[in-house]
């Protein structure tokens, strides 16, 4: 099993910036590419950006340029700096772990973006 605990969530001004952070836990070994997945409330999850366990990373056209998402292996945490946020920004932040035949969710962590 794996456990994921997402930080670093809050309230925000438009133009700001947020780091989040995702804690991993368990069996980590199994982990391959990382991701960061978002809700808005009334919209569907989506992707934001996501991370390979060798470095690749990829971003929704809506991020590109504003966020960037790292990982740190010895630490088992994946990060996602947000700067320029816009009030469309606002949603609930997941954090996503993949194994060969796993996916695994946090919880998630408030993201606000106040125009």
């Known amino acids: 099993q794996v456990r994921l605990v997402e930080s670093g969530g809050g309230l925000v001004q438009a133009g700001g910036s947020l780091r989040l952070s995702c804690a991993a836990s368990g069996s980590i070994f199994s982990i391959g590419t990382m991701g960061w997945y978002r809700q808005a409330p009334g919209k569907q999850r989506e992707l934001v950006a996501t991370i390979t366990s060798r470095g690749t990373t990829n971003y929704a056209d809506s991020v590109k340029g504003r966020f960037t998402i790292s990982r740190d292996n010895a630490n088992n945490t994946v990060y996602l700096q947000m700067n320029s946020l816009k009030p469309e920004d606002t949603a609930v932040y997941y954090c996503?772990?993949?194994?060969?035949?796993?996916?695994?969710w946090g919880k998630g962590t408030l993201v606000t973006v106040s125009s």
């Open positions: 996503k772990g993949s194994s060969y035949d796993m996916d695994y």
